[in-house]
């Protein structure tokens, strides 16, 4: 927290996040993630067969020409299941986590600028945050019916009281200060420095957190994978591959290195990109 | 900068290799051995893949085995793993099945006869049983079992036989007549399946503080969650036991259970993956107890209620679609046989030619679909946890999609399953595996939730099939003529309405270490230690 | 210490209210009848009643809510359906065996991340960077459900030094020596994400602390750079990593689910897993409840802390 403090004492220009994003570590952690995220994209140019098809070639087979990293216990091609199960969690990475981050800022802004919604919040936040991440999607998957659905709300809803703290943390932090204050004095609306200096500010810190999260929404589709409530067969996804590659380790021990490489570079590209721009926030 | 850049990357990607590599290493590549030694279905009475060339039994040792589920005593008879545990070891059945056939051999019960009219069935009892207590068995106990047994609220297989069971007379200690309200076929069942429990102490049996009875073991600890611990009853009826005592380690997940047999910590292992079997059998290592006559099959149910599986063209063309022979070599791992009906070929049921009714014939179930015209998208309903069910599902699906079915898999947990099973709440069609087809085969028919006549989980309703399957029951014999015509009559509605579609039948497996042996088992996957042994 | 205590329990009672009233309706909003799916589809309306009353079904919902939270806090949790046995003595067992492994798992995490901290800022060598940061990574990266696995597979069955998963003979508590055993591989799983969150967050914090004024001016002063940072630096770096600690604490228990599943270690998490799987109600509400009462002491407890480390948030002023 004392970090948000030094850096807000003047404000960072996007363009030297930007910076700190093309060089160094940043530049090696959006490399990766780009990486994912392309095969993913690119999965029907790229994959040899659909991610369902049951071949007639073999089953549990170990790397050959035909299939790269072999073939799975029903029969089908695991690269090309890679290729498409990534899309999957690129669903649950690119969508699910924003929209829960979008949801708790606003909220955390709104608790920041009106006192009573204040406390309202902070018990909410408080509330979600009590219950563990794994139990929830227990419960969840038990009402809801297991599924992307659900694992898209589990992580919607544990990312709401992280970023609406983050964001509420931010903006109190910066309204103290004297510059601020003096723009108030002058006559200047609550918007209007909630826009010019708030924002700002915070954005840095969101980004960092948005990076993290990510990571954190990889595992926990695996996770939910593992306890058989997460994304419905026959429809791969990251978590599913590891679980079933997992399962078939003495038989097929090349069935789990993709999909597990694959979570690594992602985790390990958001972590690179948000030490980056950290860095670049403190200077 | 660069080496910052580069080394946390490289040191990561070794950490993973490293971490493949040696978990490679304790492998074989079990893939090639497809069919090898799986399934012995050949296997004879006395082969019970315990058998050892190395001679005298040696005392001692404590057997450690491992399962998923814990014991659940307010439904202990439905007879899960741990449960059929205790209920081989610590207790005894008045009668007892060899794996692969249906005549009676004696236990608790000497000798018996069954009237002229079939509804008397007087048993001989032996006179020289304690309980672990040190109370004398007697013929008393045996009405109260069974009376136990019949109670609705314990959810037993065999109530509606044990309800049968009208009238006793316990009059003579060592001698009981159970009073039946109808002549029934398969008394014998239940009597192989009932375990003769301690009336004086059904409170602790109840709250699962301590389980009381006559067998070759007796019920030291149980510890809910974590084990059951059992020890050798010295003064057992048929002699004392080779092993000090027996535990059962409770490890709910599979590839666990396979870590610890390699690793020794236990002797054998109840929930190992077909593929993980595989390859344990392929190391040479370890044995495979394939415990025959235990009969589990695998099967697709239709609700015949849905609007989509109303037509019995539909299930007839899903019973030509299915590949069962992918299913048996893929997920089965050459573990099972395809098959058209319940029955094991030792079972009076059974037929050669009927079973084999129903092969892959895509253009057959084409040519039905095209009869049909548009058929709506059917639901697939299977238990997510269970592997066998989950790729089974999806050949399922992959299979009706060839032929014109669209499929859309329904993944459920136990608890829904098992509610959806009893009220005949599925909404298309659901896999999933059953058993009892190793009995007489009029338990299938009245008693079963996917067969019972009277109300099943197809919510087929039929008076050709309730006939039948009261014929079958009400029959003194489970062979006389009047029955072998009426499992002819099963067999037929079976066949032709199909509102379940058998697919493969399997014997559950315990891959035990190679120092294991003389274990027998009862038709319920009870495991019998009482000549068990461990060498060394 | 004990005022700041005292103004914060009010906003901990009320999050605790509110769960509970989240976790009575939560029961009520899974579809089916509770009463039906524990007894059955076959049960007579009679048994079904029986039920009912049991399960707290009956009356209207505030008075269902109030006749609930009467009975939990008299700690008369009654029985379980599913499961079997007696609620409170279900929980005791598992709560001790959780403890346990949440303790050992906790405190391999902070010795983990004390010393990759600490040698982060002290010794300052490029490469340890480079190790430490690939460390804390692949904690991150790697899901529990391989991490545990892969460590009995190299650490019991290839190389049988631990044992593959299960407790000691005569539970957790008979000898700590066999407990251990069992222990480490588990609590190694367990932890290893939460010590690399926490070595990131605190090394960071760490490294803010070092460009502060005060440490330049001790090291013009002479004084030896360790002595700086284990005897100041350390000490101001804390506060900000125990707001951290709270909600990785949180992850213990979540993760327990997985971690005691794949080890065999009897533990709320597994019941827990059992107990929703197994829609055994009254079982799930306490555990919920429980699982939340734990959070809220552990938030406090780090509040503590945080408040004992740092004068200003004691006195009122607003760090986090």
């Known amino acids: 927290m004392s970090g948000a403090l030094a850096a807000a004492a003047a404000p960072r220009r996007p363009s030297q996040a930007r910076a700190a994003l093309l060089r160094g570590q940043g530049l090696v952690g959006l490399v990766l993630v780009g990486i994912v995220v392309l095969a993913g994209l690119l999965a029907p140019v790229l994959a040899p067969y659909g991610p369902n098809e049951q071949l007639a070639d073999g089953n549990l087979l170990e790397s050959t020409a035909g299939h790269l990293l072999g073939t799975d216990e029903v029969s089908r091609d695991v690269l090309s299941r890679l290729l498409y199960g990534i899309r999957v969690d690129l669903l649950v990475i690119f969508i699910a986590v924003p929209i829960g981050a979008a949801i708790g800022s606003l909220v955390g802004l709104l608790a920041s600028t009106w006192g009573f919604a204040d406390v309202i919040a902070q018990r909410t936040f408080d509330l979600i945050l009590a219950f563990p991440a794994l139990i929830l999607a227990i419960t969840l998957a038990t009402i809801m019916g297991p599924g992307v659905v659900t694992v898209s709300v589990v992580i919607i809803a544990a990312e709401i009281p992280i970023f609406g703290r983050l964001v509420r943390t931010s903006v109190l932090s910066v309204r103290e200060l004297p510059y601020v204050e003096a723009s108030t004095v002058v006559g200047a609306s609550r918007w209007w420095v909630l826009r010019r200096h708030v924002l700002p500010n915070s954005l840095e810190s969101l980004t960092v957190q948005l990076a993290v999260s990510m990571s954190v929404a990889v595992f926990v589709e695996g996770a939910m994978s593992f306890l058989g409530i997460g994304v419905r067969p026959p429809t791969p996804s990251l978590g599913t591959l590891i679980n079933d590659g997992m399962r078939n380790i003495y038989v097929a021990k090349v069935q789990v290195v993709g999909p597990l490489v694959a979570v690594v570079m992602l985790v390990l590209g958001f972590l690179l990109i948000s030490q980056s721009l950290g860095k670049a926030r403190r200077g | 900068m660069r080496t910052t850049k580069a080394l946390p990357l490289a040191l990561l990607a070794l950490l993973v290799a490293v971490a493949m590599v040696s978990s490679g290493c304790g492998s074989n590549g079990g893939a090639g051995a497809a069919t090898a030694a799986s399934a012995d279905e050949t296997a004879t009475a006395g082969d019970n893949a315990s058998t050892d060339a190395g001679g005298t039994p040696t005392d001692g040792g404590v057997l450690k085995l491992a399962t998923s589920f814990d014991v659940d005593p307010p439904t202990f008879f439905t007879g899960n793993n741990a449960q059929a545990f205790i209920a081989g070891s610590v207790y005894d059945r008045l009668i007892d099945y060899p794996p692969d056939s249906l005549e009676p051999q004696p236990s608790l019960a000497k000798a018996w006869k069954l009237s002229k009219d079939g509804k008397a069935l007087t048993l001989q009892l032996r006179d020289d049983v304690t309980f672990h207590t040190g109370r004398k068995f007697t013929s008393k106990d045996v009405q109260f079992s069974i009376e136990q047994y019949a109670d609705p609220k314990r959810v037993a297989q065999f109530q509606r036989t044990a309800a049968a069971v009208v009238g006793f007379d316990t009059s003579k200690p060592y001698e009981v007549t159970l009073k039946l309200a109808h002549p029934t076929s398969n008394i014998f069942d239940l009597l192989a399946t009932v375990p003769i429990l301690d009336r004086r102490t059904i409170g602790e049996f109840d709250t699962g503080k301590n389980f009381v009875g006559t067998g070759p073991f007796e019920f030291v600890s149980w510890t809910p969650g974590s084990k059951v611990v059992l020890k050798a009853n010295k003064d057992y009826w048929g002699g004392a036991p080779h092993l000090e005592g027996a535990e059962l380690e409770i490890v709910p997940n599979s590839q666990t259970q396979v870590s610890q047999l390699r690793a020794g910590q236990v002797d054998g292992i109840y929930d190992a993956s077909f593929v993980d079997l595989q390859s344990l059998e392929a190391s040479g290592q370890f044995q495979l107890l394939k415990l025959i006559g235990t009969d589990r099959a695998l099967y697709v149910g239709a609700n015949v209620e849905s609007n989509v599986l109303k037509d019995p063209r539909l299930r007839q063309a899903i019973a030509y679609a299915v590949d069962r022979d992918r299913i048996a070599n893929d997920v089965f791992r050459g573990f099972a046989t395809p098959i058209n009906l319940p029955w094991p070929s030792y079972s009076p049921a059974y037929s050669a030619k009927d079973n084999t009714t129903y092969t892959l014939d895509t253009d057959k179930a084409k040519q039905l679909v095209g009869e049909i015209g548009n058929v709506p998208t059917v639901p697939l309903s299977y238990v997510a946890e269970s592997p066998n069910a989950s790729a089974s599902a999806q050949i399922i699906q992959s299979n009706l999609e060839a032929v014109g079915i669209p499929v859309k898999l329904e993944p459920t947990d136990v608890a829904q399953a098992t509610k959806q099973l009893i009220g005949g709440e599925y909404p298309g069609l659901w896999v999933t595996e059953h058993s009892f087809g190793q009995f007489s085969p009029s338990t299938l028919a009245v008693t079963a939730y996917p067969f019972n006549a009277e109300q099943n989980a197809s919510n087929f309703a039929s008076p050709a099939y309730e006939k039948a399957a009261d014929a079958a029951w009400e029959s003194p014999e489970p062979k006389s003529p009047a029955a072998l015509q009426a499992y002819k009559q099963i067999n037929d509605i079976l066949l032709k309405d199909l509102f379940l579609i058998e697919l493969v039948d399997f014997d559950p497996v315990v891959a035990a270490t190679p120092d294991l042996h003389g274990v027998t088992w009862t038709k319920r996957n009870e495991l019998d230690l009482a000549n068990a042994y461990l060498s060394h | ?320």
């Open chain 3, 1 to 320: 210490m004990v005022r700041y205590l005292i103004r914060r329990l009010p906003s901990a009672l009320a999050v605790l209210a509110l769960a509970s009233v989240l976790i009575f309706l939560l029961i009520r909003l899974v579809p089916g009848d509770p009463a039906t799916t524990l007894a059955g589809p076959g049960a007579p309306p009679q048994a079904l009643a029986e039920l009912r009353s049991e399960l707290g079904l009956e009356g209207s919902l505030p008075s269902q809510y109030l006749s609930w939270v009467g009975s939990v806090v008299t700690l008369d949790f009654g029985r379980s359906f599913v499961i079997g046995g007696d609620i409170g003595t279900l929980i005791a067992e598992g709560l001790g065996n959780t403890l346990v492994l949440a303790g050992a798992a906790l405190a391999i995490a902070l010795v983990l991340s004390l010393l990759a901290g600490l040698a982060a800022v002290i010794l300052d060598s490029r490469w340890l960077n480079a190790v430490l940061a690939a460390f804390s990574t692949a904690g991150l990266a790697l899901p529990t459900f391989v991490t545990g696995p892969v460590l009995i597979l190299v650490l019991a069955v290839l190389l049988p030094v631990f044992p593959a998963g299960g407790t000691p003979p005569g539970g957790p508590f008979e000898e700590p020596g066999a407990t251990l055993e069992f222990l480490i591989l588990p609590a190694i799983c367990l932890g290893l994400p939460v010590a690399a969150a926490l070595s990131r967050f605190l090394t960071e914090s760490l490294r803010t602390q070092m460009r502060q004024p005060y440490v330049m001016t001790a090291r013009a002063l002479g004084i030896p750079r360790r002595r700086i940072v284990v005897t100041q630096v350390l000490r101001n770096a804390l506060p900000a990593a125990m707001t951290a600690l709270g909600i990785q604490v949180g992850y213990l228990l979540g993760g327990a689910v997985l971690v005691e599943t794949i080890f065999a270690w009897p533990g709320l998490g597994q019941l827990i897993a059992k107990a929703i799987g197994g829609r055994d109600y009254p079982l799930v509400q306490v555990l919920l409840l429980l699982s939340v009462v734990v959070f809220v002491a552990i938030q406090l407890a780090t509040d503590l802390i945080h408040a004992y480390l740092d004068p200003r948030v004691r006195l009122g002023g607003r760090s986090g």
